[in-house]
Nanobody
Framework: QVQLVESGGGLVQPGGSLRLSCVAS????????TSWYRQAPGKQRELVAS?????????VYTDSVKGRFIISRDNAKNTVYLQMNSLEPEDTAVYYC????????????WGQGTQVTVSS
């Protein structure tokens, strides 16, 4: 059974930083793609960042977080991180991690979400 456990969310002032973590179990972590999504109240869930393998240079980001957020992963710890710097009120959302299992067992698994609130 695949489980994803997120942590690291909280309340932070504008300009501050947070690091989210997502620990996966029940999956061969080295082969999965990993992503972070977020969903703000009244809005659709959106992709924030993703990295398909352990090569951080292959990471992709949504435009609004480029230069501020960094996605990384530690395959030895089955963990994907999202370092969030220079946080803005517009970053307030529930953040979800997702792992995507490649073919032939294609499937997506989601974490339970962690709340990030940016406010003074």
């Amino acid at each position: 059974q695949v489980q994803l456990v997120e942590s690291g969310g909280g309340l932070v002032q504008p300009g501050g930083s947070l690091r989210l973590s997502c620990v996966a179990s029940g999956v061969f972590f080295r082969v999965v793609a990993t992503s972070w999504y977020r969903q703000a109240p009244g809005k659709q869930r959106e992709l924030v960042a993703s990295v398909a393998d352990g090569v951080d240079a292959n990471a992709v980001y949504t435009d609004s977080v480029k230069g501020r957020f960094i996605i990384s992963r530690d395959n030895a710890k089955n963990t994907v991180y999202l370092q969030m710097n220079s946080l803005e009120p517009e970053d307030t959302a529930v953040y979800y991690c997702k792992v995507s299992v490649p073919p032939p067992f294609s499937n997506d698994y989601w974490g339970q979400g962690t709340q990030v609130t940016v406010s003074s």
